[in-house]
């Protein structure tokens, strides 16, 4: 027989997982604020192995516009650049021989519906993964009263699923507004 309470753990699980992803996606996404965050995805090839850029400098934001890179080693300067215009940031580095500086342009109003939109999207694949795993759950709930669930036990653990969808679903819209928030701020 199912086990009710692990099934729902698992529903939650899942839904979390959804909403880390949607978080973390995010934060990828260039709001016109220097963020560390941008710059996770940015591979540098150091000493014959490709590394995250955090492997190789000490990242840090002096202003709202610039993120500065110092590399621990003045030599990889030239690779931390190349792994920055390679990544898909759109982002030029400017480097002094110590530092790479890396300006933030100030996002257009027409930029600006655009990075809306692509957050939109995001957090609705989220949403949809939600949705999937409420139905998926809520199918195993229907296919255990075969196997002798009580549909008193059945029906209970469907709003508990329901009431974790619609907790979800309000974190969603919670993140995907303050992003928005962000990026329509001048």
Not at 25 to 51: E, P, T
Not at 174 to 184: D, G, R
Request: hydrophobic share 40%.
């Amino acid at each position: 027989m199912i086990d009710v309470k692990a099934t729902l753990k698992e529903a939650e699980d899942r839904m979390e997982m959804a909403a880390m992803y949607l978080e973390e996606s995010l934060a990828h996404i260039r709001a016109g604020r220097a963020n560390v965050a941008l710059l996770d995805g940015v591979k540098v090839n150091s000493y014959g192995s490709v590394v995250p850029l955090n492997q190789v400098a000490t990242v840090s934001v002096p202003d709202a516009r610039t993120i500065a890179i110092r590399p621990w080693d003045k030599k990889t300067i030239r690779d931390i650049e190349k792994g920055i215009m390679d990544s898909d940031l759109g982002i030029t580095p400017e480097n002094n021989g110590e530092v790479i500086r890396l300006t933030l342009p100030q996002p257009t109003g027409e930029r600006r519906q655009e990075l809306v939109k692509q957050c939109n999207k995001i957090g609705e694949k989220t949403k949809v993964e939600v949705r999937n795993v409420r139905g998926e759950i809520k199918d195993k709930l229907k296919k255990a009263i075969k196997d002798g669930l009580s549909e008193d036990l059945e029906k209970d653990a469907e709003n508990d699923l329901q009431k974790l969808h619609d907790k979800f679903i309000k974190k969603i819209d919670a993140l995907l507004e303050a992003k928005q928030k962000e990026i329509m701020t001048v």
